[in-house]
């Protein structure tokens, strides 16, 4: 199955770099590339991609609020129980008029939180915390009222209450400090991190495991990955009392929160800037939201450095870091914003972890944290270890991001899916005690033609609608609801882009059909395959990505169909990744992706591609080929694109790997 160049496949086709500016998607609109499951554990699920919900329309965006205005962190969850019954302490004063609102989706922006609040006829400004590296919302924001009093009647009527064309409710507090107030730096002190938490941990069984025996636990915070919405694995804990601090030390290390132990460590306090002090979305915790904070390693020695100035040179980050200790190594991966520092001594590189967190190097504040011990990197497992190294993964519908595995195992295997909804065997992975870890690489977001679809399926009929990626499938379906579900049939590129389609088609009474998929799930043969009905003129929707290449209006315009092409969504890379979870996926032996774009993603964020050489598979030819483009060399593909075709493929690389003990052949 080692590949050769090959026609289209894949959820993007070779792809057309158009520069056509992209529209924010609703949240279900907004999806990751990667999915990971552990086994043994629970059976696989991946589940089907949401009803994406009508695009709404907001006001222009000139009502969205000033860029300075500084108010505090979300408040922790037992202070937000008490904010949604109506008990909430306003803090600041009478003179406090900023009230803090969390849990906020991706697509929640200042112009939507407007229409939220517009009818009190007070909004002074409205302000979204956005990561100064993606963009993307940190999922909390800070909304200033002119007069205190309607700042309290909001918290009093809006909390617990459903946000506008949403089932989200509104989660509101009044904000920690307004603007010129200064905040306590002790907070970090009496803080504890948590590891090993298990995924259905959230803030307040985190805050009850500890309150129940610690009368002055005052917070508790599971870190969220604010691309994902999923727990990252880890959280703090803030005490009152710096004794109960102490005892929870030792006396909570290994006890069970849900279903894991938990590992103890540390709340290394840090310096940050003004701006990370107060846009902070860890409730008084670092804001660089990756562990900062003792890692339980007391052997690690290395420090990840963020937020690097690109022309920073070895030594330029050598020289404040040695007035601390000895130094090994330092390591800046090109192009890629960080750096690495290695010390002799883990005493010394505790210190500077201590101290230089938020200084300026070059010309620019950096972030620090402890990387990954490179004592514990294992590029090859040992099969005698619980669960063979592989790495194998797909796009959750659900927002779903990744969960990093626990640091005590090392063998995981990886693999950017890129598209569909459901992959693999689950007896396959429980045979071969597959492992997996969750990875955002890829972000959907809407193209130029998204609000033309439903008038569009309205208006005209089509002998043909030809969807060539679960995404488009999505697109389609959005807009087919929202136009009253006519009738309609399908042409699917294959049976992963067919299964989006069951729900819609059962509960269609028939107006819904998938009425043809082709020989082999590439757009060239669809194309080519795909039936005319009667010796008039046969029309054809294509729902396509603003990437996809030309080849199905080519193809089926030389067959003498008539095309009509609408760009309704189009890709974003996610440019940065939890530094742990990036080296443990690097460390993998087979990468397993489902469309070009996670390919791309994929090379764009390591830090340097062509020292990374495990193998990796394809679900087929145009994937595999721009894999190989990209200078890849280890490159797996099936021959008849498909799902079961793709299993195969990652099940050929982990042999050629040596990484199976059984295999079916």
Same mark, same amino acid.
């Given at each position: ?48 991609? *949401? ?72 909004? %002074? ?33 809006? /909390? =617990? ?124 915790? @670092? ?25 920073? /040179? ?101 693999? %950017? ?54 995404? %488009? ?9 929202? %136009? ?88 974003? *890379? ?20 489902? @469309? ?23 679900? =087929? ?45």
């Amino acid at each position: 199955m080692q590949s050769n160049s090959g026609s289209s496949s894949g959820s993007d086709s070779s792809s057309q770099e158009q520069q056509r500016q992209p529209h924010p998607l609703t949240p279900q609109q907004q999806h990751q590339h990667w999915m990971a499951i552990q086994y043994p554990a629970a059976a696989m699920m991946v589940p089907h991609p *949401h009803q994406m919900v009508h695009a709404q329309h907001y006001p222009p965006h000139h009502y969205m609020a000033y860029a300075q205005y500084h108010v505090a962190a979300p408040l922790p969850p037992q202070q937000q129980q008490r904010s949604q019954h109506g008990q909430q302490q306003p803090q600041g004063g009478e003179d406090n008029r900023s009230i803090w609102i969390g849990d906020l989706h991706h697509w929640m922006d200042e112009s939507y939180l407007h229409t939220c609040f517009a009818s009190t006829g007070e909004l %002074a400004s409205i302000k979204v915390i956005r990561n100064k590296q993606t963009g993307l919302s940190e999922g909390y924001g800070f909304v200033e009222f002119f007069s205190h009093t309607t700042a309290e009647k909001v918290l009093q009527n809006y /909390s =617990g209450m459903l946000m506008p064309n949403t089932d989200q409710p509104f989660r509101l507090n009044w904000a920690t400090f307004s603007a010129g107030e200064k905040r306590s730096d002790n907070g970090s002190d009496l803080s504890i991190f948590v590891g090993d938490l298990s995924a259905d941990v959230t803030d307040s069984l985190l805050h009850e495991t500890f309150a129940s025996k610690y009368p002055s636990v005052k917070a508790a915070k599971v870190v969220i990955d604010v691309n994902t919405g999923r727990s990252k694995g880890y959280g703090f804990v803030r005490f009152g009392d710096d004794i109960e601090r102490t005892h929870a030390m030792s006396e909570m290390n290994g006890v069970y929160c849900s279903s894991r132990p938990m590992r103890i460590g540390a709340a290394t306090p840090r310096k940050s800037s003004g701006y990370q002090q107060q846009h902070s979305s860890q409730g008084g915790y @670092s804001a660089n939201g990756s562990s900062a904070y003792s890692d339980g390693d007391s052997t690690n020695t290395t420090i990840f450095v963020g937020g690097l100035d690109p022309d920073v /040179s070895d030594e330029d980050l050598r020289q404040p870091f040695s007035q601390y200790g000895e130094i090994v190594s330092v390591k800046i991966p090109t192009g890629k914003g960080c750096g690495f520092v290695q010390f002799l001594n883990r005493n010394d590189a505790e210190e500077a972890l201590q101290k230089l967190g938020g200084t300026t190097i070059g010309k620019q504040t950096v972030r620090l944290s402890w990387g990954r011990n490179p004592a514990n990197k294992q590029f090859r497992g040992d099969f005698g270890n619980q669960w063979a190294p592989v790495y194998y993964g797909g796009q959750p519908y659900d927002g779903y991001g990744y969960a990093p595995p626990p640091p005590y195992d090392p063998t995981i295997y990886a693999a %950017a899916y890129g598209a569909y909804p459901v992959y693999g065997s689950h007896q396959q992975q429980a045979q071969y005690k597959i492992a997996c870890l969750e990875i955002p690489l890829i972000q959907h977001t809407k193209g130029h033609d998204f609000d033309r679809l439903p008038s569009i399926l309205t208006d005209d009929s089509f002998e043909w609608i030809v969807i060539t990626s679960p995404e %488009a499938g999505s697109v389609f379906l959005e807009a087919w609801r929202a %136009a009253g579900t006519p009738s309609g049939k399908v042409s699917v590129v294959g049976t992963g882009t067919a299964s989006i389609f069951e729900e819609a088609v059962k509960s269609s009474e028939g107006r819904l059909s998938v009425a043809f998929t082709p020989s082999k799930a590439t757009a060239k043969v669809l194309a080519s395959e795909l039936p005319k009905t009667g010796k008039g003129r046969c029309t054809v929707l294509y729902p396509a990505s603003v990437k996809a290449s030309n080849e199905i209006e080519e193809g089926l315009s030389s067959r003498g169909f008539h095309v009509m092409r609408l760009d309704t969504y189009t890709t974003i *890379h996610v440019h940065h990744l939890d530094q742990e979870v990036l080296e443990e996926t690097m460390s993998v032996p087979v990468l397993a992706v489902a @469309s070009p774009s996670a390919v791309k993603a994929w090379v764009n964020i390591i830090p340097d591609p062509d020292c990374w050489n495990n193998s990796i598979a394809c679900i =087929g030819e145009t994937t595999a080929l721009v894999a190989k483009r990209l200078g890849l060399q280890r490159v797996f593909y099936p021959e008849n694109p498909s799902l079961e075709g793709w299993v195969d493929s990652i099940l050929e690389a982990l042999r050629e790997s040596n990484q199976l003990q059984q295999m079916p052949w």
